[in-house]
């Protein structure tokens, strides 16, 4: 009998390994084998209470825990070193994996504050990059004001000493090329208010030294007047000795002997130096100032021109030297006229010298007028004075001015 209840045992159990064993993967195969060994061990467990063999059966299971006690006591002790070795191996890993969460926990903590060292240097960087460009700007500036406070001074010095195409230059480039670059700092508004007076300033000193050439040009002026009389003069001797060769005799114009007596036109005339002048031209016409200038210059010459005949003259035999003079400053100043209006017609119009011309006639007329009665009363100044008079016509013909005028006051006031 108990043979047969531990034989019962050992089937459960061996189905109860085999349900143990199949578990998950069996499925529902795994239900109806457990429930297989249910219905086996309510049949077994009422036998026994039938018979009263319930020690034997207690007995049984004892015996049967026991064995599998064994089983697992000494399946423990096959796998219970590397089951050591393994939790000796993961307290380890723990110990290291603490260690170096430690290490990444301070190597966070000094990336931390070296990223914050990083950012300061960086916003250090920035900010000192900054201050090297603010530096360099106002460095630029310096160099730049310098070589503004350098073209001033050069431009003084150049205006001081009459270099006036370089000044004009030098103002040119300041205008130009620092004004703009300059106009937002108050040094570059104030260089821009200064460059006006700079402009007059080297206006007024060119300006100067023509006027200083024009005052200068009265002795060149009567020195060319001299020259021009004197040639017509041997001019007019050689047209007599001309005509009283001719025994019949033939009027021929004054025009017509200025053709016949070219070739012996070989003296070289008085040079005039014009440089003060075009070079005064020049800079009023880069400053923008030429209508001005011309406006300033026609006054000028128009005042010089009254000077000269305003002179206080004596007809009188002995003193009949200084209307002379006058009669040769004019051909003097009409023939510089001639030559500023040769080289620069766009500066001087024939129109201009016209109206001075006839202004000029008009005053020789009048001095005449007011000493009419004295130069008829004299022959020897009347004969002297018309022989003047008529040397000056052809003169001022020669160089291609309206004589018609002079003509007249001669017959008016000689009767020939």
């Given at each position: 009998?108990?043979?047969?209840?531990?034989?019962?045992?050992?089937?459960?159990?061996?189905?109860?390994?085999?349900?143990?064993?199949?578990?998950?993967?069996?499925?529902?195969?795994?239900?109806?084998?457990?429930?297989?060994a249910?219905?086996?061990?309510?049949?077994?467990?009422?036998?026994v209470?039938?018979?009263?063999?319930?020690?034997?059966?207690?007995?049984?299971?004892?015996?049967?825990?026991?064995?599998?006690?064994?089983?697992?006591?000494?399946l423990?002790?096959?796998?219970?070193q590397?089951?050591?070795?393994?939790?000796?191996?993961l307290?380890?890993?723990?110990?290291?994996?603490?260690?170096?969460?430690?290490?990444?926990?301070?190597?966070?903590?000094?990336?931390?504050?070296?990223?914050?060292?990083?950012?300061?240097?960086k916003?250090?960087?920035?900010?000192?990059?900054?201050?090297h460009?603010?530096?360099?700007?106002?460095?630029?500036?310096?160099?730049?004001?310098?070589?503004?406070?350098?073209?001033?001074?050069?431009?003084?010095?150049?205006?001081?000493?009459?270099?006036?195409?370089?000044?004009?230059?030098?103002?040119?480039?300041?205008?130009?090329?620092?004004?703009p670059?300059?106009?937002?700092?108050?040094?570059?508004?104030?260089?821009?208010?200064?460059?006006?007076?700079?402009?007059?300033?080297?206006?007024g000193?060119?300006?100067?030294?023509?006027?200083?050439?024009?005052?200068?040009?009265?002795?060149?002026?009567?020195?060319?007047?001299?020259?021009?009389?004197?040639?017509?003069?041997?001019?007019?001797?050689?047209?007599?000795?001309?005509?009283?060769?001719?025994?019949?005799?033939?009027?021929?114009?004054?025009?017509?002997?200025?053709?016949?007596?070219?070739?012996?036109?070989?003296?070289?005339?008085?040079?005039?130096?014009?440089?003060?002048?075009?070079?005064c031209?020049?800079?009023?016409?880069?400053?923008?100032?030429?209508?001005?200038?011309?406006?300033s210059?026609?006054?000028?010459r128009?005042?010089?021109?009254?000077?000269?005949?305003?002179?206080?003259?004596?007809?009188?035999?002995?003193?009949?030297a200084?209307f002379?003079?006058?009669?040769?400053?004019?051909?003097?100043?009409?023939?510089?006229e001639?030559?500023?209006l040769?080289?620069a017609?766009?500066?001087?119009?024939?129109?201009?010298?016209?109206?001075?011309?006839?202004?000029?006639?008009?005053?020789l007329?009048?001095?005449?007028?007011r000493?009419?009665?004295?130069?008829?009363?004299?022959?020897?100044?009347?004969?002297?004075?018309?022989?003047?008079?008529?040397?000056?016509?052809?003169?001022?013909?020669?160089?291609?001015f309206?004589?018609?005028?002079?003509?007249?006051?001669?017959?008016?006031?000689?009767?020939?």
């Open positions: 009998m108990a043979d047969s209840i531990q034989q019962q045992l050992q089937q459960l159990v061996l189905l109860s390994d085999s349900v143990g064993t199949g578990g998950a993967g069996a499925g529902s195969g795994g239900v109806s084998t457990v429930e297989e249910m219905e086996q061990l309510g049949p077994l467990i009422h036998s209470y039938r018979t009263n063999k319930q020690k034997q059966f207690q007995k049984q299971v004892e015996v049967f825990a026991q064995r599998k006690d064994a089983e697992i006591m000494k423990c002790g096959n796998y219970h590397e089951f050591v070795q393994s939790v000796a191996q307290l380890k890993v723990r110990q290291n994996t603490s260690e170096l969460q430690e290490k990444v926990v301070g190597l966070n903590a000094e990336l931390q504050k070296s990223g914050k060292t990083l950012y300061e240097k916003a250090e960087l920035v900010s000192l990059r900054r201050e460009k603010n530096i360099q700007d106002a460095v630029d500036t310096v160099r730049g004001c310098l070589e503004v406070v350098r073209m001033g001074a050069a431009f003084d010095e150049q205006v001081a000493s009459k270099q006036y195409y370089s000044a004009i230059k030098t103002l040119s480039s300041l205008k130009e090329l620092y004004v670059q300059m106009r937002k700092y108050a040094f570059g508004r104030m260089l821009e208010t200064s460059v006006p007076r700079m402009e007059s300033k080297l206006q000193a060119a300006l100067s030294d023509m006027k200083d050439w024009l005052y200068g040009l009265k002795k060149t002026t009567r020195d060319i007047g001299r020259h021009l009389t004197t040639r017509m003069e041997k001019k007019q001797k050689m047209w007599a000795e001309r005509d009283s060769s001719i025994k019949e005799r033939y009027f021929v114009s004054s025009a017509v002997q200025f053709v016949l007596d070219e070739e012996f036109d070989h003296d070289d005339p008085v040079a005039v130096d014009m440089m003060p002048l075009y070079q031209l020049h800079i009023n016409e880069k400053l923008g100032r030429r209508a001005e200038f011309r406006r210059f026609t006054e000028d128009r005042d010089q021109l009254n000077l000269i005949l305003a002179s206080q003259i004596q007809f009188a035999l002995a003193h009949l200084p002379e003079h006058m009669l040769h400053d004019v051909i003097g100043f009409f023939n510089v001639q030559i500023i040769a080289s017609p766009e500066f001087r119009s024939k129109a201009d010298v016209d109206t001075l011309w006839d202004a000029g006639i008009v005053k007329s009048d001095i005449i007028a000493n009419i009665q004295q130069i008829r009363e004299d022959t020897g100044v009347s004969e002297v004075l018309q022989q003047v008079l008529t040397t000056f016509t052809y003169v001022m013909e020669e160089n291609a309206d004589v018609r005028k002079l003509r007249e006051l001669i017959l008016a006031v000689f009767g020939a």
